[in-house]
């Protein structure tokens, strides 16, 4: 449990690291979105190589299917719910001309950087806890098992910093506060930590099939995500490029998972 809490104290520090970097230094809006879409193909090689395959192989297709699919309607309901509250804080013609002059004048000056909306950075927290979790659970297992987890954990630091600079960066541009931003990052980065103790404890000597229903369900909410929000918001703002991007984050987070 102590070394699982170790491993997951450094897996997940990447998360604080990327969100206090994100949150403070100004990105311009084509450099964000490639990283945006970078973290994008990182998170398909965890989807495909990592959540739904172990799903598939430790609970059966009927498994991985359904849970794929009821986490992709809990993702695309809650995005709704989220949006809809967003829009419901906008300012409306009710208020006076004077505040939408206001708002009118403030979009005019603001500067021509991060540009990737806040909804995103919302939705890459949502996909990293998502994904973290039973990839956190995993490594906890690997640890727990004595079978290292070294490369795992090597995988897992180098995705998560990216996806936090990203998400926290997409959240400084919709207005958050540095408090804020730091605070919901740290809280994910704790929750995964947690994630691998438990998964060098309790679940060590779990069901497999027990296992398949998370795994399935987290991959079908990356991949809800993924559709979306996150890719989208990366091309409308980084153009056909960030095809090369999604591609590069792709090729090294399954290098990384295959060592």
């Known amino acids: 449990m102590g070394e ?4 997951g104290a450094i897996g997940s520090s990447a998360l604080v690291l990327g969100a206090v970097v994100g949150g403070r230094v100004q990105i311009p809006k084509r450099v964000l979105a490639a990283m945006l879409a970078f973290a994008s193909g990182a998170l398909i090689t965890a989807l495909a190589f990592e959540l739904f395959e172990d799903s598939h192989e430790q609970g059966g297709l009927w498994r991985a299917g ?13 995005s709704q719910r989220l949006d809809r509250a967003a829009a419901g804080d906008r300012p409306d013609e009710d208020h006076g001309s004077d505040k939408l002059d206001k708002d009118a004048a403030s979009q005019a ?17 949502a996909a990293v806890t998502l994904d973290g ?3 956190n659970i995993a490594l906890g297992v690997s640890v727990g098992e004595g079978t290292g987890g070294v490369a795992l ?32 990052w740290f809280g994910c980065a704790v929750l995964l930590a947690v994630a691998v103790a438990v998964g060098a404890g ?18 079908g909410a990356v991949l809800a995500s993924l559709a979306d929000t996150l890719m989208p918001e990366a091309y409308e703002d980084g153009g056909p490029a960030v095809a090369l991007s999604t591609a590069a984050g792709f090729v090294l987070s399954y290098v990384l998972a295959t060592l």
């Open 4 to 7: 699982g809490l170790v491993f």
């Open 66 to 78: 359904l849970g794929l699919m009821a986490g992709a309607v809990v993702f695309t309901v809650v």
């Open 109 to 125: 000056e603001a500067p021509s950087h991060a540009s990737v909306t806040g909804s995103a950075g919302l939705a890459l927290l």
């Open 133 to 135: 979790v039973p990839e």
């Open 153 to 184: 954990l090597a995988a897992i630091f180098v995705s998560n910093f990216p996806e936090a600079l990203v998400g926290s960066a997409s959240m400084r541009a919709q207005g958050r506060s540095q408090g804020f931003i730091v605070g919901v």
């Open 202 to 219: 309790p679940l060590s000597n779990a069901d497999p099939k027990t296992l398949s229903w998370p795994l399935a369900f987290a991959a």
